[in-house]
């Protein structure tokens, strides 16, 4: 079943302990980020305010308890999008209370899929779909999902990660 608007939206309001997100590609091609990434690549600043509606919603799942986790999939050299994640998205998600972590596959490989999901308190599986170029086609709830495969690769790829601030700080 694809989910678009409000219906997607409501699996981030309404998820009751755990938000888990895969994040497999080296480069997202988001219509409503292309200003922001040009501004990067320019050198801008980070703008005011810069997704503070994100933020404002991690905040208040972390005031209620609830826990919003990502693992990043990464390959050196950065591509110039998860140079603008890691240097303007990223740190105020840290901020706000999201647990980034970054997997670094420059010189290894895990047993992982090569598909980006969310897993909302461990029994709901969203696939979030992409063309090669990084373009978001759609998104898609998993029927009677086989969960133990999500979670093995969850804690695989939080047991094979490190904090943002950590990786981040090692590699600069």
């Not at 079943?1 to 988001?30: C, K, P």
């Not at 919603?57 to 308890?65: K, L, M, P």
């Not at 890691?86 to 895990?110: H, S």
Request: glycine share 6%; net charge negative; proline share 5%.
């Amino acid at each position: 079943m694809l989910l678009d608007g409000e219906e997607w939206q409501n699996y981030f309001r309404d998820f009751e302990r755990s938000a888990f997100r895969l994040e497999v590609h080296q480069i997202y091609t988001m219509p409503f980020e292309a200003g922001t990434v040009a501004g990067f690549l320019a050198g801008d600043p980070v703008p005011d305010g810069f997704n503070s509606e994100w933020h404002d919603c991690i905040r208040d799942h972390r005031a209620a308890g609830r826990t919003m986790t990502r693992a990043k999939l990464v390959r050196l050299p950065l591509t110039d999008y998860s140079r603008y994640l890691f240097e303007w998205c990223i740190p105020g998600n840290v901020a706000a209370g999201e647990d980034y972590r970054i997997v670094d596959l420059t010189t290894r490989k895990l047993d992982l899929p090569d598909q980006d999901f969310w897993l909302f308190d461990e029994s709901v599986v969203v696939h979030m779909n992409y063309r090669p170029d990084g373009t978001q086609i759609n998104r898609t709830l998993i029927e009677n999902p086989d969960i133990s495969k999500y979670l093995r690769w969850r804690d695989l790829a939080i047991a094979e990660s490190v904090p943002f601030a950590k990786w981040n700080s090692a590699r600069t």
